[in-house]
């Protein structure tokens, strides 16, 4: 199907927003990097706000939000649930931070990283879709939270160490970047692996034309591989996110995030955007023929 | 519990594309958007492939009006909603255009008209049958390929264009020949009667 740009810098945004915001809870639990608390706040909030507004793009009347809005088996409204209670408790967090100069109590760190994942399952899984056999994998969502897992602590250890000037990174910072960036790789592998057997689960219709298009080339299923020609999206993906982790383990090895935390951010950014790309270019229907 | 929907005598169907245009004009699809398509099939037939041995069908595509429709589901204002009478409907004044519907949708029957910003598909003529009549496409086939009736009662008592029954007027058919769409949980009620050649694209 067409590239939804709304919805695929939603769900990246997102997944960076959360990602941070759990991260910097980590940090509270930790009793570290304190002074990287605000700056990681206000980044995480900047982000939300940015992908909230990305995604009323995606709707034609956003103005009819309100019109019946709550259909609670709908992945939409369930997003938009999980949205406002990570707010809640990111508003309570930041009254925290203020009146304890960056630090958190430890019951509010633990509901920051709880809502922070539940949010990210539960925006994956509202395109669990049987319809779509590329999208309707468990593996979606855990691709979504390895997005959230490279983001969140690479920028949290840029702040450190570049905002907040807290010196030589923690050996805990360094151990958090480059595991969320090695899950990162291995999430965004074996999704682009599942994707690449969904097609088994199309309709095979043989040989079959569209006389009401017939100047029009039909859908060819056999196209729809993650390995493709034309999937450029596939290699962006991996290539980012393995890009990311040598990022990662440089970036320990010199204990300085100023510009390893930027350049993991990035390639985790990047390979981020690439599998939402790729997800939607395999997002065929099961019956896909027109 | 009533769950109107289409039979298709597939062996019937010409591909005269009657259906698809009369449900454009009755119910002023947008150009670019088909309620109901039309798919040719053509395959070698079971056991040999010397042409013209082959197995050549039309396959008329609509929205299914299905028993457990994902679009509802997913529909975050209840837009989508199905009727007592069993057919899936779009209040176009609560649709906001997300096209989470479209999107689960396994059959790719429902269409974003630009122009309103809203979600439209196959109504099975509701604001016909509302009224005893029959849906446009019924009407209009030339082929007497399309019955329109109750799937609680016998496919064969279903109605087609000039008053007759699907079991009276239609060549005798078995129950392993009548066909669905994919179904994915969806439980799609429209079905499709194909006898001598082989249904193509159930095998999920």
Request: charged share 15%; hydrophobic share 45%; net charge negative.
């Amino acid at each position: 199907m067409e590239l939804q740009w709304p919805l695929i810098l939603f769900t990246t945004l997102l997944a960076w927003s959360a990602g941070l915001f759990a991260t910097q809870c980590i940090y509270a639990l930790r009793g570290v990097g304190a002074r990287a608390q605000m700056p990681a706040w206000i980044t995480s909030a900047v982000l939300l706000v940015v992908g909230g507004i990305a995604v009323f793009m995606h709707l034609e009347h956003w103005e009819r939000i309100f019109n019946g809005f709550g259909h609670i088996t709908s992945g939409i409204t369930q997003e938009l649930i999980a949205i406002v209670v990570l707010a809640v408790v990111a508003v309570i967090y930041l009254v925290y931070l203020r009146k304890n100069e960056g630090a958190a109590p430890k019951w509010i760190a633990w509901a920051g990283i709880v809502v922070s994942v539940v949010l990210l399952v539960v925006m994956a899984h509202s395109y669990m879709m049987p319809a779509r056999p590329a999208w309707d994998s468990i593996f979606q969502i855990i691709s979504i939270v390895g997005a959230a897992c490279v983001m969140g602590p690479a920028t949290m250890a840029f702040l450190c160490s570049v905002v907040a000037k807290l010196g030589q990174a923690d050996p805990f910072e360094n151990t958090l970047v480059v595991a969320g960036s090695a899950v990162n790789v291995l999430a965004s592998v074996i999704y682009v692996a599942v994707m690449s057997i969904a097609g088994a689960s199309y309709a095979s219709m043989g040989s079959y034309f569209d006389p009401t298009h017939p100047t029009y080339p039909m859908v060819d299923t056999t196209a729809l591989s993650p390995f493709s020609d034309g999937m450029v999206a596939t290699a962006v993906a991996v290539i980012a996110a393995i890009v990311a982790l040598a990022g990662a383990f440089v970036g320990k090895k010199k204990g300085d995030w100023s510009v390893w935390g930027v350049v993991v951010t990035i390639c985790g950014l990047v390979s981020a955007l690439a599998l939402r790309i790729l997800f939607y270019q395999m997002g065929g229907s099961v019956f896909i023929y027109f | 519990m009533t769950q109107y929907a289409i039979v298709t005598d597939v062996n019937r169907c010409v591909g005269c594309l009657a259906c698809s245009v009369a449900c454009k004009v009755v119910n002023n699809v947008p150009v670019g958007s088909f309620w109901n398509k039309t798919l040719r099939v053509t395959n070698p037939s079971e056991g040999g492939s010397n042409w013209p041995d082959v197995d050549n069908y039309y396959l008329t595509v609509s929205c299914q009006h299905c028993e457990n429709p994902e679009c509802v589901k997913v529909c975050p204002t209840g837009a989508s909603h199905k009727l007592p009478d069993g057919t899936v409907q779009v209040d176009k004044s609560k649709c906001i255009g997300c096209q989470f519907c479209a999107m689960s949708c396994p059959y790719g029957v429902r269409y974003l008209n630009e122009a309103e910003g809203v979600v439209e598909k196959c109504t099975l003529c509701e604001q016909k049958i509302a009224q005893g009549e029959l849906p446009q496409c019924v009407t209009q086939c030339g082929g007497m390929a399309r019955w329109f009736g109750d799937m609680e009662g016998d496919i064969r008592d279903f109605k087609g264009a000039r008053g007759e029954t699907l079991g009276n007027y239609c060549e005798e058919f078995t129950d392993d020949q009548v066909y669905r769409l994919p179904d994915v949980g969806n439980g799609p009620a429209g079905a499709f009667i194909l006898r001598r050649m082989t249904w193509r694209g159930g095998d999920l």
